[in-house]
């Protein structure tokens, strides 16, 4: 596409996809496993936990569903090679409020949810001689079992786990056309940590260092260029000034601002009408984001070849894009090929691996298009998604009984798998299964700063270890780890990973700017001055 065209597109995609991506690394598809709310006493304080529930039907291995154990009850072994397998049986009466008409000698008996308190079910299920109890929801969600503060006998001796509806009537059914259904109980733990949460910080730390290289070359190849056309006295300064800050565009205090506070809107607007419509609209637009990602990475990959130097340099004028380079004519169909088959085949279990590299490709074109000028805007930007962050993912629980966040990120009330613009990989050694994922903007936002860094040390000709970049880059590594070690210690509650990030990468930029003595230059002008290579041509003659 021609330059002005790719911008265009580019910013509007990006400037929806960032306003809903401040999204915090979590684990797909988690419940709660603290609770501090519910309440506890002695022999009603178990965590609750995910139960797996391993169908047999006629002894042929079948479907595997996933249930919650209760708050009270015996607890459910952690390996399968543990767990028994135990026939089921239908309670008489359905309700299980009173003794079970059919003998039970240790089998495990499905229950329906109502007309008693759930440990009434468990105790009278208990004394018929069950050795664990299911219960079917009346919805399809999981529910949270508790103990009534005025029941005495919460002793319970067997397992207790509640189903989905759709689960609970699958078993039923097969009971009652007389067939032989069997079940094994138990609840694996997560690893501690998985090589999901690895390759995902890998992802994220080197897809900033290549945006953030590929923009310090960029304004360095520009400023090597306006000191030979000022060395000329060349005319054409100006135009080829204003062509460079064409395709760059520079946040400002005030837009970092407003960029905060429409994104809340926005946010807040997905979260009410959250639904199958708009995940389809946020499809779209990635795709799109995606393509002229995937676009401008190959295109400036492609051209550092001999091979394609001239077609990169060739252009021919196509209707209502201008002039278009034949390198980016011959990489544009496959580039649209792979968001389109993307977009067709997301809901696959390998879908990950195409919305991983639209993603980096996306993130990359962005750190390369937006540009942080200084460091005041710098702080402006990241302290104000600092707080939005916060808000969004702990303090909106208060307001709306959920984390708004999270909801978003896990497209909730959508019927989807969450919206799009997430990096994401599977949880290789996790029995849960589920995905590791991280929201653009914990990595553009922080990208910028971290961008910027090094495009002030290349003009500054600053070295490696006396330039910001270094320390930068490894402050956002730290702090993303960080992230991630508190997810883990949360049993994978959803963390605002700015939260952890911000304040190692802002504040070790602004501790070594203040100890160096740069931090008025950074904070106000944001690059190094440099001496007009008129007056350096006077002194080498003087």
Known sequence: MAESSKLTTTLLTVALILLISGDSPARAGDIVHRDDKAPTRPGCDNNFVLVKVQTWVNDREEA????????FGLTLESKEKDAHKDRIALADPH?????????????IILVHRGNCSFTTKANVAEAAGASAILIINNRTELFKMVCEADEPDVNIGIPVVMLPQDAGESLKQSLQEKINVSVQLYSPKRPLVDVAEVFLWLM???????????????????????????????????????????GVVEITTTSAIVFI??????LVLLYKKMSYVFIEVLVVLFAIGGAEGLQTCLVALLACFRSFENVAKSFIKVPFLGGVSYLTLGVSPFCVLCAVLWAVYRRHHFAWIGQDILGVA????VIQIIQVPNLKVGTVLLSCAFLYDIFWVFISKRMFHESVMIMVARGDKSGEDGIPMLLKIPRMF??????????FGDIILPGLLVAFSLRYDWLSNKSLREGYFLWTMIAYGLGLLITYVALNLMDGHGQPALLYIVPFTLGTFITLGTKRGDLRHLWTKGEPDRICPHVRLQSSEE
């Open 204 to 246: 994220a730390v080197g897809t900033i260092l290549c945006a953030s290289y590929w923009s310090a070359w960029s304004a360095r190849e520009a400023a090597i260029e306006q000191d030979k056309l000022l060395k000329d006295a060349s005319d054409e300064y100006l135009s080829t000034e204003a062509s460079y800050s064409s």
């Open 261 to 266: 506070v429409v994104a809340s809107c926005f």
């Open 362 to 365: 996306l993130i990359i074109t």
């Open 64 to 71: 595997e569903f996933v249930g919650v154990g209760a708050r």
């Open 95 to 107: 309700d299980c409020c009173t003794t079970p008409k059919n003998k039970l000698t240790g089998e």
């Open 430 to 439: 996790d029995p849960w299964g589920g995905y590791s994922i991280i929201g």
